[in-house]
């Protein structure tokens, strides 16, 4: 049975370390850090050979062991190690006292990547271990040492502290080959005579691993990301940003033909304003046009300069709002098109509010209405340099206790230059 776990264990180290020169490769780019010292100390329990009467004590401390440790990748590693344990007999043996010495090189399988840890936890961690080594004994009972081979597993749990530290415990068996003396210290014929797996060794322990390196994360915790989702990912983005309806005409910008169409007017499939007629005003603009020399209160042969500078041109607010009411966006864009068609023209935008509130307030709600106007134009298309905001403050031209009265002084206007 012996033999087989040593066979299976051999074969995953060898099949590990050729995984991790293929992903090593795969890797190169990949910053992190690979390299590790890995400490431990804890108890040491050896269990057979043994005399007749002799048995260890199932409480030596003495257990230590260093290890230098290189990761391929976040997957596969070497460590080279020293390992030491001092053992002697329960209070029913014979009584005997010896240590143990070895060095190993290991094959190290990180099992908490391998099997995607990282999607429940990222404190926690599983290793396995396992490789060949030298090692000897020494015994009160024998003069020399006794050398052997041995064979080395283990397992070992791990606890992030820190991108720097991480708290393990380990558990690992030694068997070793050609064993002549029993760890009690006598040489027994059937023992000396058996050149195989003919002694056995455990060691529980806890300790650190210290991470060195320039690089955020060691390879025992290092996730890198996946290409594929990368790429699916930068896709999506590229998607969302040709979604984008800069004016909200209801047209994605990568279809817009007129990506700074007027605010409200209607827009064909890409994205331009219906203009029936072919004269350049866009049919919604052109109508308010109408509506606005229709007015009464307009004088007969009047220009546009005159309809606009005259004050028929308003943009109005409700109470307490620095925001237009939606039908006078209509205005808002009837001024955006003559500008647009007149483009050495420059306008004052005025703002104005009620005599409900303090002067005070008055004064910044006029200027926040003025404010909110001009912005809207300049991202319609037209240079911020050609519009001038200001505030009046209250206009105290109409009965204050008149609601009706009120509405039409809550306002912006516009004066051509």
């Given at each position: 049975?012996?033999?087989?776990?040593?066979?299976?264990?051999?074969?995953?180290?060898?099949?590990?370390?050729?995984?991790?020169?293929?992903?090593?490769?795969?890797?190169?780019?990949?910053?992190?850090?690979?390299?590790?010292?890995?400490?431990?100390?804890?108890?040491?329990k050896p269990t057979?050979?043994?005399?007749?009467?002799?048995?260890?004590?199932?409480?030596?401390?003495?257990?230590?062991?260093?290890?230098?440790?290189?990761?391929?990748?976040?997957?596969?590693?070497?460590?080279?190690?020293?390992?030491?344990?001092?053992?002697?007999?329960?209070?029913?043996?014979?009584?005997?006292?010896?240590?143990?010495?070895?060095?190993?090189?290991?094959?190290?399988?990180?099992?908490?990547?391998?099997?995607?840890?990282?999607?429940?936890?990222?404190?926690?961690?599983?290793?396995?271990?396992?490789?060949?080594?030298?090692?000897?004994?020494?015994?009160?009972?024998?003069?020399?040492?006794?050398?052997?081979?041995?064979?080395?597993?283990?397992?070992?749990?791990?606890?992030?502290?820190?991108?720097?530290?991480?708290?393990?415990?380990?558990?690992t068996m030694i068997?070793?080959?050609?064993?002549?003396?029993?760890?009690?210290?006598?040489?027994?014929?059937?023992?000396?005579?058996?050149?195989?797996?003919?002694?056995?060794?455990?060691?529980?322990?806890?300790?650190?691993?210290?991470?060195?390196?320039?690089?955020?994360?060691?390879?025992?915790?290092?996730?890198?990301?996946?290409?594929?989702l990368d790429e699916?990912?930068?896709?999506?983005?590229?998607?969302?940003?040709?979604?984008?309806?800069?004016?909200?005409?209801?047209?994605?910008?990568?279809?817009?033909?007129?990506?700074?169409?007027?605010?409200?007017?209607?827009?064909?499939?890409?994205?331009?304003?219906?203009?029936?007629?072919?004269?350049?005003?866009?049919?919604?603009?052109?109508?308010?046009?109408?509506?606005?020399?229709?007015?009464?209160?307009?004088?007969?042969?009047?220009?546009?300069?005159?309809?606009?500078?005259?004050?028929?041109?308003?943009?109005?607010?409700?109470?307490?709002?620095?925001?237009?009411?939606?039908?006078?966006?209509?205005?808002?864009?009837?001024?955006?098109?003559?500008?647009?068609?007149?483009?050495?023209?420059?306008?004052?935008?005025?703002?104005?509010?009620?005599?409900?509130?303090?002067?005070?307030?008055?004064?910044?709600?006029?200027?926040?209405?003025?404010?909110?106007?001009?912005?809207?134009?300049?991202?319609?298309?037209?240079?911020?340099?050609?519009?001038?905001?200001?505030?009046?403050?209250?206009?105290?031209?109409?009965?204050?206790?008149?609601?009706?009265?009120?509405?039409?002084?809550?306002?912006?206007?516009?004066?051509?230059?």
């Amino acid at each position: 049975m012996k033999k087989v776990i040593v066979f299976l264990s051999l074969s995953m180290m060898f099949t590990s370390l050729i995984s991790a020169q293929e992903e090593a490769k795969k890797q190169d780019e990949i910053d992190f850090n690979k390299w590790s010292i890995d400490f431990n100390a804890g108890l040491s329990k050896p269990t057979t050979p043994f005399s007749a009467n002799y048995y260890a004590s199932n409480t030596n401390f003495i257990h230590g062991d260093l290890g230098l440790r290189y990761m391929f990748n976040n997957k596969f590693g070497l460590k080279l190690d020293v390992g030491y344990d001092s053992f002697k007999n329960k209070s029913e043996s014979f009584e005997f006292e010896g240590q143990y010495y070895r060095t190993d090189l290991q094959g190290v399988l990180n099992l908490g990547r391998v099997l995607n840890f990282e999607e429940w936890t990222n404190t926690v961690n599983l290793q396995a271990h396992t490789g060949l080594g030298f090692s000897f004994m020494t015994n009160d009972k024998f003069e020399g040492n006794d050398d052997m081979t041995n064979f080395i597993l283990g397992l070992t749990a791990q606890f992030r502290l820190s991108n720097r530290l991480a708290l393990n415990a380990d558990f690992t068996m030694i068997n070793n080959v050609n064993q002549t003396y029993t760890f009690d210290g006598y040489e027994d014929p059937s023992v000396a005579g058996d050149r195989g797996f003919n002694s056995t060794l455990y060691n529980a322990s806890i300790g650190f691993s210290f991470y060195l390196g320039k690089n955020e994360k060691h390879a025992d915790w290092f996730i890198p990301r996946n290409k594929q989702l990368d790429e699916l990912e930068a896709r999506v983005a590229e998607l969302e940003t040709m979604m984008n309806d800069t004016d909200r005409d209801g047209v994605p910008d990568y279809l817009d033909v007129e990506p700074n169409s007027i605010t409200g007017v209607a827009v064909d499939t890409k994205g331009r304003a219906v203009d029936m007629n072919n004269n350049g005003i866009p049919d919604e603009i052109e109508s308010y046009i109408e509506k606005v020399k229709g007015n009464q209160t307009a004088k007969e042969g009047q220009s546009i300069e005159d309809i606009i500078n005259g004050g028929y041109v308003n943009v109005y607010f409700d109470t307490a709002s620095s925001k237009p009411r939606a039908d006078s966006y209509a205005a808002i864009n009837f001024v955006v098109q003559y500008l647009k068609s007149n483009p050495g023209t420059s306008v004052e935008v005025i703002g104005y509010a009620d005599e409900i509130g303090t002067s005070e307030y008055n004064d910044k709600l006029s200027a926040a209405r003025a404010s909110f106007v001009k912005d809207v134009i300049i991202k319609a298309g037209v240079d911020a340099s050609r519009l001038v905001d200001v505030a009046k403050g209250e206009d105290a031209s109409v009965d204050v206790n008149s609601p009706h009265a009120r509405k039409l002084v809550r306002r912006v206007t516009f004066k051509l230059k």
